[in-house]
Every structure is written in structure tokens, then in C-alpha cells.
């Protein structure tokens, strides 16, 4: 029995003995593995903002020391791309300047075409006391009318029993220098053709032209051309 006792004792030791060279090489193992793993992470840079700023800085001194600028032949390839568009506007400036020169004077043409047209329709033409301030072409021709049964001041001053010019020819008219204003009356009985489909004592035809020079589509004025606004209606006796 005590021999027995004796082996057992010493079986025990020998297991309490490997289980604690076994720890100790689980220890041994456990701190080899916590050495190899890799180092804690760096902190942000959000959380150091002195150090974010240097390399900030040092970033924008790169950037500036890397700039160069522009090149001879960048500088010629730029002028030369916008002389290219310059010549390409300058061209469009005649044009441009014609349109708006064209509408100005035909705008300008038309309104003084009308300003005459409404003194003749006021014009007092009466069948019965036979005053007539309308007047008449003579001959129905590319004259200017007059009447010798007109009594009036305005616009011209005429005295029954003499030739007044009714609308006498403008060469320039006031205040418009480069447009010119004539008016024609034919009586619609003796003028050829008559007024249309009227043929009529009572009735005559009143043509106002007025002229201006008009611009070229280069910008300039051809000498001696005219372009013309012409308004004709029939007026009636009252």
C-alpha cells in the first residue's frame, strides 16, 4: 500500500509538473504573438492641428515654387486664336450698323410722310363757299399743288385770288437733314385712269413721297442714292 501510494504521489507531481511547464509555454507563446502584431493606429491629424497646418503649408510652398507660368508660343497661339474672333466680330459691325441705320431712317421716313398726309386730309375743302385749300397739281402733273380759292395762316399763309402753294417741295426737311418731302393732287375726273374705280370731281388723289439716304452694307454711303416712302389715298370734298 505504500508503494502503491508512493507511484501515485508520483504520477501527480509529474502531471502538476508538465501542466506548469505547459503554462509557462502558453505564456511564452501569448506574449511572442502580442510582439508581432502590428503597432497601435497614429492619431488623425484632426486631432492634432498644429501638425495639419505644417503640411498644409508645406503643400501650398510646393505648389507655388512648381508654377511656371505661360510660354512665348502659348501667349502667340493665344493672341493669335483672339485676333481670329476679332476679325470675325469686325465683320458683323457693318452689318449690325446697317440694319439699325436702315429701320432709324425708314422709321423717321414714314413718320414724316404721315405728318404731311394729315395736313392735307385737314385741309379745308368746302363745295359749298368753294374754298379749297387742298389744291391741285397742275395739269395732273409731278408738280407741287396750288389753289387761288384758299384764305388761311397756317401752315402757309394764302389770300383767295392768288397762286398758293399748297405743300411747296422740301429739299431738306426742317430738322431732318437727308430727307427730302414732296406732294402731288390730281383730280380723279381728269387724271388718266382715274383714282382707281374712282372717277369723280368730288375726289383727288394725294401722293406724299419723302426720300433719305440709306447706308451700304460696308458702313457707308452711296453718293447720290435715295430710297423713297410713299402713303397715297383719295380724299373727298366736304
Known amino acids: 500500500m505504500t508503494g502503491m501510494l508512493t507511484e501515485r504521489d508520483q504520477s501527480v507531481g509529474a502531471d502538476r509538473a508538465e501542466?506548469?511547464?505547459?503554462?509557462?509555454?502558453?505564456?511564452?507563446?501569448?506574449?511572442?504573438s502580442l510582439s508581432?502584431?502590428?503597432?497601435?493606429?497614429?492619431?488623425r491629424d484632426h486631432h492634432q492641428p498644429g501638425r495639419r497646418a505644417?503640411?498644409?503649408?508645406?503643400r501650398h510652398k510646393a505648389l507655388i515654387r512648381n508654377e511656371r507660368g505661360l510660354t512665348l508660343v502659348e501667349i502667340l497661339v493665344a493672341a493669335f486664336i483672339i485676333g481670329i474672333g476679332l476679325v470675325g466680330l469686325m465683320s458683323v459691325v457693318p452689318i449690325s450698323s446697317y440694319g439699325l441705320h436702315e429701320g432709324?431712317?425708314?422709321?423717321?421716313?414714314?413718320?414724316?410722310?404721315?405728318?404731311?398726309?394729315?395736313?392735307?386730309?385737314?385741309?379745308?375743302?368746302?363745295?359749298s363757299s368753294g374754298i379749297d385749300c387742298v389744291g391741285l397739281s397742275a395739269g395732273n402733273g409731278n408738280v407741287a399743288p396750288t389753289s387761288t380759292t384758299c384764305t388761311r395762316q397756317n401752315p402757309t399763309a394764302c389770300a383767295?385770288?392768288?397762286?398758293?402753294?399748297?405743300?411747296?417741295?422740301?429739299?431738306?426737311?426742317?430738322?431732318?437733314?437727308?430727307?427730302?418731302?414732296?406732294?402731288?393732287?390730281?383730280?380723279c375726273a381728269t387724271v388718266a385712269g382715274g383714282c382707281g374705280t374712282v372717277i369723280d370731281a368730288n375726289f383727288r388723289r394725294v401722293?406724299?413721297?419723302?426720300t433719305y439716304q440709306p447706308l451700304s452694307g460696308s458702313g457707308a454711303t452711296p453718293t447720290g442714292s435715295t430710297k423713297p416712302v410713299v402713303l397715297t389715298t383719295n380724299i373727298g370734298r366736304r
Open 104 to 127: 432709324n431712317s425708314l422709321t423717321r421716313a414714314t413718320f414724316l410722310a404721315e405728318q404731311k398726309m394729315e395736313e392735307i386730309r385737314n385741309a379745308v375743302w368746302l363745295q
Open 207 to 210: 401722293t406724299v413721297t419723302v
Open 54 to 58: 505644417q503640411r498644409c503649408g508645406a
Open 160 to 187: 383767295s385770288g392768288g397762286a398758293c402753294p399748297i405743300a411747296a417741295d422740301e429739299a431738306s426737311v426742317a430738322g431732318n437733314t437727308g430727307y427730302t418731302r414732296s406732294v402731288r393732287i390730281v383730280d
Open 19 to 32: 501542466h506548469s511547464h505547459g503554462g509557462r509555454r502558453h505564456r511564452d507563446r501569448d506574449a511572442t
Open 36 to 43: 508581432s502584431l502590428p503597432p497601435p493606429p497614429r492619431p
